[in-house]
Structures are given as C-alpha cells and as structure tokens.
C-alpha cells in the first residue's frame, strides 16, 4: 500500500532554513508527480509546490517563490522541500502528497511540523 | 492563486443530505475539469473523496458525489452518518502548474 513518511520538521527561528524529506513506498515514485501542501494550526490547506516525474519541471505557490525549493531522488524514493529564510507565517504542518496520473493531489502522509519562532 | 470559496459550516440531521459549493474563477474550476474534494478529520490527513469533477475513487462510499456547473464545484454528501463529521476542502488546478484550495467547509451532525 501507498505509504509517504515526513521527516525534519523541527523548531527554527526566523531567517534559518530547513530540508524536509520524505520517503515513498508502495508504488512506482518515478512514474508520479507529487506535490507538498501545508496547514497552519487550526486553519485550511494550502498548496505549495508541485515537481514533475523526473523533477525536471517545478512550480511554487507565491508564498514560498524564491524561498523554497523542490527536489527528488527518484533512485531513493525520496521527496526533498528546502525551505530557506523562514518566517513566522511559514509555520506548519507540512503534508507530502502524492498525486494522480492528472496532477491531482491524491494520497497525503500524516505531515511534519515546522515551526518558525524567536 | 486566490483561495476557492467555501462555505465555512454546513450541517445537516442524520439520513439527511447536504451539499458544499467550491466557488472559483474562468481561471482554475471553470477552465478545467481537475477539481478534487478531500474530508480531513480531526489530527488526521486529508483523505481524497471526489477527483476530475465527478469520480470517487475505490473504496469511498457511493453517498459522496461531486458535480460542476461554470465556475462552481459542489460536493452532496447524502444519507449522513456520524463519520461523515469532518472538514472538507476543495482543490483545483489553476493553469502554469498551480493548485488552488478552497478555505474549507466544517460539516456538523446535528
């Protein structure tokens, strides 16, 4: 079965960077794009990037241009987010989401916590 | 990338049904028929429910449905039952390779 395990999620202070990771199981990685998405505390999700198969294409919410970037290692079945120059606004529950053959975000993993604080 | 709107609550009686719009824009739900519905339960991930508009995928119960007219997406959940207490959300791609999801929707049993 799908499973999509988060890690690196920790408490930062604003202005530090962070890479969070997670690791694929239970389906053929390379064949799918796969996406991440975030929760803040107590409120709606939000999208925030998106990589192709072969992590040759990469798109950004707006949010997060410029400051995050997406990768992957389709050799290790891994999904990588560097999240530099952190704000307070970018703490999170940080959702990997493995999409469908249309891009649709399908199956999500149960998320890690980055929380950005002085 | 302007968040879809949605209802913030809904609730219904049990047997009842429901419905929770998704309003968008020409630019994401009314251009194309890639709009998902997810129900997330209290400290739990989002749960995919409705997919291309219209589609459940294996396993998700008949009584979820999901339809489109313009630039409005709907989600009717019908005969409700006590596990269907949850949030929804909905999503839809918004072209150059972006996604959009709505605020989300607390449905309540009454």
């Known amino acids: 079965q799908v499973q999509l395990v988060e890690s690196g999620g920790a408490l930062v202070k604003p202005g530090e960077s962070l890479r969070l990771s997670c690791a694929a199981s239970?389906?053929?990685?390379?064949?799918?794009?796969m996406s991440w998405v975030r929760q803040a505390p107590g409120k709606g999700l939000n999208w925030i990037s998106y990589?192709?198969?072969?992590?040759?294409?990469?798109y950004y919410a707006d949010s997060v241009k410029g400051r995050f970037t997406v990768s992957r290692d389709n050799a290790k079945n891994s999904l990588y987010l560097q999240m530099n120059n952190l704000r307070a606004e970018d703490t999170a529950l940080y959702y990997c989401?493995?999409?469908?053959?249309?891009?649709?975000?399908?199956?999500w993993g149960q998320g890690t916590l980055v929380s950005v604080s002085s | 990338q302007s968040a879809l709107t949605q209802p913030a609550s809904v609730s219904g009686s049990p047997g009842q049904s429901i419905t929770i719009s998704c309003t968008g824009t020409?630019?994401?739900?009314?251009?194309?028929?890639?709009v998902s519905w997810y129900q997330q339960h209290p400290g739990k991930a989002p749960k995919l429910m409705i997919y291309?508009?219209?589609e459940r995928p294996s396993g998700v119960s008949n009584r979820f449905s999901g339809s489109k007219s313009a630039n409005t997406a709907s989600l009717t959940i019908s005969g409700l039952q006590a596990e269907d207490e949850a949030d929804y959300y909905c999503?839809?791609?918004?072209?150059?390779?972006?996604?959009?999801f709505g605020g989300g929707t607390e449905l309540t049993l009454l």
């Open positions: 989401v493995k999409t469908l053959t249309s891009g649709i975000p399908d199956y």
């Open positions: 239970g389906f053929t990685f390379s064949d799918y794009y």
């Open positions: 990589i192709s198969s072969s992590g040759s294409s990469v």
């Open positions: 020409s630019s994401d739900v009314g251009s194309y028929n890639l």
């Open positions: 291309e508009g219209t």
């Open positions: 999503c839809s791609y918004a072209g150059s390779g972006a996604w959009v």
